[in-house]
């Protein structure tokens, strides 16, 4: 599998039917590759020539390839998103390797993220864990004017941060428990930060958390290494939000029952 | 000129203030109990597609949502950066409907509907509304309200953003609306479906024929009204700042059922992005308009100067945009800088090892940047390192995240090497023809956000295309929609084994089998890389009438070895990426055969249009309001042959004028 390129390297890829199909590991060679291909190019490459001989591509999601649409996730030599800090699948590019290396490629691995094919995985339960709260409740066409809402700029810039969370499951996948604490907390915190998220404050963190653990996710004993794997740095302040947020609501509900 | 009979915009009578206020208070409205039996289905999560959905769902009707990403929330509409724009005035500096009206209209170059436009800015302020009541967390001031930002082809302050996230972030927001009405079960939401074809049943729209990417299982759809938000197709020039997945599939099977297509040869060329590296690139990345505030952009006056930029002594740089255009230099508008870039690079002056690129240097303004510091630290004896170290310093504040992003993709630092920057398509102005209802020449077919031809005319204003798809689905189909859903109330739900159903899904068939029988020599990609670079080369930044000929006849060539040697492996049941971009690529061929015939039909150069034989002496494009102040929407006959029509623009309230930049 030839590219233009100067490195040499051997893929090791999880190639999976489906998810009712056991997996396993395929080898690859990816022949002149070019230092300046993102990851994603490089399995470009690789499948274009897998097509013109006559075998199957290796199958894995993507979409905007500049770090932004949360598609892209490759467990990459045992990390999520691949050896450098900060980045996607997609912004990983090849000069993060060295002629001659092997890498070793696998799908995010998580019970409440099973398989579809080789590298792609189905994260609606993401999806389903912000229907159970994950917004404001406000119909089109209710709203005043924005400056009638004033927020305080460093509390705007934090539910900002925690807000730029691309929703890729990184976090899970780092996670030994394959906890989703720091995605949910993410979206907790962005809306318990700004006054528009008042009103639904407990509902929203008793809902989320519910379906949190239906989905099947596990739990988080706070070895933070989905902080660590974050491509957008999302601070594990925002789990120890969720939890103050959490109890609070516990309470209340208490009182109420 | 007349418009063509087919042709009926259907724009509100009255005053142009007037128009979109009497028109919401008279229209149609179908009660709740009605609402309820009525069954709704939006192509596209994007913005358009989100924003229409929730508020749709939110007043009773009954919906279904589409995507072919694993989630809504991974819509083209996450990716955008800069900002969205709305006449709040919140600047205090003379920021008006009317002026948002006039800017867009002679941004777009006069060729957009000035009833559309003026609509358009006078909800751009509700939109702003919404999102905050949403959460969405705008940059803001220390005293709470809501910042602004200044983009290009205004003089105001208005635009709304988040970061270098904006799109991110009202996508989020509309996500989050969606997904609420998802939890109530007022919508059912289709994530890795694919529309592949529309369903018309005694002429009018009646469902959709979609595939399960991942059983790669077809399904029937019935609905009362279909809304395609599907997006632009600027991936028919194989690389551009779009994302991947983006395609004109769904539009294009509307138009081969009946939608005319508007102005498709509009594309917008974006001047600041990161070139092409190598042939495996698989797509681009723009670099922020407002680098060109700091930035000179230059070429070695020797052609093919291979010595690096730092070795080129000052006065062997071409400072070509401040030599051609001394008034505005390099803060020209985007359809200049890129065809002067292009110009620079054809004649052998380009720079990297493509020689496809220009230099976008930020030493000159890091060194004015560091003496300004000196001077406000009050130091002295300071070194030349020194002062540039503090100008890097103010550089770095300015545009850290862009330099970084550049730093990753090139392995190159900006900070002491200038940006080899380069064109790049970036957004298409043409798309479906709607009328003011957003209706397509297909009764019960809405087209919104950039799958319509849109309010831009044939030039887009930066921050104006998010405004656009949530203005469509926010706060203008929730009205449009009534005036067609109130006379089908009576419309009881048709059954799918409907014969023009079953007629339609066996047609996704049989493409799909002829498709995977090919077994061809050639990938998907190779026919997609070669279209792009017909597209790229003879309809892009320049057009002339002999290429586009020529553009025409290797497009269709390229179609017949297409169908006769593309290789699509794997199976029709199954997850299969592969045969999704087969089908999309297929469209793009054909889509790109009609954007040469428009191109070659419109005897003027306009906004993004530019004809090499239509310009002024100093190389602007020179438009001919007598001939071609109209709108271009175009009827599919057959294979290759397509009819015009022609909408005639009539400007009440702005007087046509030439743009002027020199
Ligand atoms: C890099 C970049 C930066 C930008 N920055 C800005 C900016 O700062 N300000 C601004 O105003 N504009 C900006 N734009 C333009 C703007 O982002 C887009 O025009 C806008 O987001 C388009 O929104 P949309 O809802 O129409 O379509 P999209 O967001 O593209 O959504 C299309 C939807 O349709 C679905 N779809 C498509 N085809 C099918 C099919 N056949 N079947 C099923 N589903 C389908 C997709 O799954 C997706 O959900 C930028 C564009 C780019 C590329
Ligand atoms: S918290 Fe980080 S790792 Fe987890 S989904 Fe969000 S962006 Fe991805
Ligand atoms: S492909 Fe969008 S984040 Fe990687």
Partial sequence: ?257 | MASSSKLNAKIPEGTLENKWTKYRSTVHLVNPANKRSLEIIVVGSGLAGSSAAASLAEMGYKVKVFCFQDSPRRAHSIAAQGGVNAAKNYQNDGDSVYRLFYDTIKGGDYRAREANVHRLAEVSGSIIDQCVAQGVPFAREYGGTLSNRSFGGTQVQRTFYAAGQTGQQLLLGAYSALQRQVGMGAVQMLARHEMMDVVNIDGKCRGIIARDLITGKLERHFAHAVLLCTGGYGNVFYLSTNAMGCNVTAAWKAHKKGAFFGNPCYTQIHPTCIPVSGDHQSKLTLMSESLRNDGRIWVPKKPNDTRKANEIPEEERDYYLERRYPAFGNLVPRDVASRAAKERCDAGYGVGTSKMAVYLDFAANTERYGKIQVNKLGLHNVSKEEVIRLGKEVVKEKYGNLFDMYKQITGEDPYELPMRIYPAVHYTMGGLWVDYNLMTTVEGLYALGEANFSDHGANRLGASALMQGLADGYFVIPYTIGDYLSEEIRTKSIPTDHEAFVKAEAEVQERITKLLAIKGTKSVDNFHKRLGKIMWDKCGMARNAQGLQEAITDIQNLKKEFWSDVRVPGTANEFNPELEKAHRVADFIELGELMCIDALTRNESCGGHFREEYQTPDGEALRDDDNYAYVAAWQYIADSNFELHKEELKYENIKLAQRNYA
């Fill in chain 1, 1 to 257: 599998m030839s590219g233009h390129g100067n490195m040499n390297l051997t893929l090791k890829v999880w190639k999976q039917k489906n998810k009712d199909t056991k997996g396993k590991f395929e080898t690859y060679q990816a022949k002149g590759i070019s230092p300046d291909m993102s990851f994603l190019e490089m399995f470009d490459v690789v499948n274009e020539q897998l097509i013109s001989g006559n075998q199957e591509p290796i199958a894995f999601d993507h979409d905007c390839r500049e770090g932004i649409c949360g598609a892209c996730s490759m467990y990459i030599n045992g990390r999520p998103h691949g050896p450098k800090g900060g980045v996607t699948t997609c912004q990983l590019h090849m000069r993060s390797f060295k002629d001659g290396d092997t890498i070793v490629v696998e799908p995010w691995r998580s019970a409440a993220f099973p398989v579809i094919k080789d590298l792609a995985v189905d994260r609606s339960s993401f999806d389903r864990i912000i229907s159970a709260g994950g917004f404001v409740s406000v119909n089109t066409g209710n709203s005043k004017d924005a400056n009638n809402i004033l927020i305080n700029k460093d509390d705007a810039d934090e539910a900002f941060n925690a807000a730029a969370c691309i929703g890729c499951g990184a976090c899970v996948a780092a996670c030994k428990n394959s906890s989703a604490m720091l995605f949910v907390s993410a979206k907790v915190s962005q809306l318990a930060l700004l006054p528009q998220g008042q009103i639904e404050r407990y509902d929203r963190v008793l809902n989320m958390v519910k379906q949190m653990d239906e989905e099947g996710f596990g739990n988080c004993t706070n070895t933070g290494a989905c902080e660590a794997e974050c491509p957008k740095s999302i601070s594990l302040e925002n789990i120890a939000r969720l939890n103050r947020e959490y109890s609070a609501a516990k309470l209340m509900q208490d009182k109420v029952n």
